[in-house]
């Protein structure tokens, strides 16, 4: 289905998934001006009308979203629709929004999910992935995606901290600390250079012990080690 002028659209296949279901209503009640609307999408789940931009594949005005979560990564045919979005938008103007697990149990799982596939879905396709704590915050997701597209001097998007907002994941038991995750942040070090860096037994393991003190260090090389074999 076309994008419809000055509407952002949702995939009503949408309510076929029981974690994904109440975006559609959410959504759909977002806004008193009824900027959205239910459609059947081809390709992506969100449809996100932007008039100032042009891009490729006769996609004019419009990014495109799909959303994902750990339960969706193990299903099959994952890979053909990110290659679909890929293809059908020109490979510009597209995210994945991943949704975390905050529970204990499956923070740690769902964290290397979405390490996994930002390596991998980065590598291949270009396209970038947003971490998503909660469905509630999906619209401010939305719009500062959309905000900073728009403010940038190309069709690329600035990139979004994302890694930056995952770290505290990256931990067996509490949460890492504020402290730390802006320690690591700071040092501008990607999900993929931490994961080499304590994979190193002797010097990277002795700079994170130092760089974040015994408590999160270990938390962290925990967490690589025994995670990283589960999923």
């Known amino acids: 289905m076309a994008q419809l002028s000055g509407l952002n659209l949702v995939s009503t296949n949408l309510r076929n998934s029981e974690q ?33 931009l042009s891009t490729p594949a006769g996609h004019h005005g419009s990014i495109h979203f799909i959303l994902l979560s750990t339960a ?9 629709r990110l290659e679909g979005l890929h293809q059908s938008n020109g490979g ?28 991998e879905i980065t590598t291949k396709f270009g396209i970038p992935i947003l971490p998503l704590t909660s469905l509630e915050e999906l619209p401010s997701v939305l719009q500062v ?5 728009l403010s940038s001097e190309t069709t690329e998007p ?18 890492m600390s504020r402290q730390s995750t802006e320690v690591l ?20 393991r002795g700079n994170l012990r130092t760089a974040l003190g015994p408590e999160d260090a270990e938390r962290l090389i925990n967490f690589w080690e025994h995670e990283v074999s589960m999923v």
């Not at 991943?98 to 529970?103: A, I, K, M, P, R």
């Not at 499956?106 to 999910?113: I, L, T, Y």
């Not at 995606?145 to 597209?149: D, E, Q, S, V």
């Open 145 to 149: 995606y959309k905000t900073n597209l």
């Open 185 to 204: 942040s700071r040092d501008s070090m990607s999900l993929k250079e931490l994961l080499m860096e304590t994979q190193n037994i002797e010097e990277g």
């Open 20 to 52: 994904w279901a109440p975006v559609v209503e959410m959504l759909l009640l977002h806004s008193d001006r009824r900027e959205w609307r239910e459609a059947r999408l081809e390709t992506s789940d969100i449809a996100l009308s932007v008039s100032q």
């Open 92 to 119: 510009g103007n597209a995210a994945i929004i991943f949704l975390l697990d905050e529970s204990i149990s499956s923070r740690g799982e769902s964290a290397m999910h979405f390490t996994k596939l930002q390596l």
């Open 158 to 175: 600035l990139p979004l901290e994302t890694a930056h907002d995952l770290l505290p994941y990256c931990s067996v038991g509490p949460l």
């Open 72 to 80: 969706d990564v193990r299903k099959p045919h994952i890979l053909h």
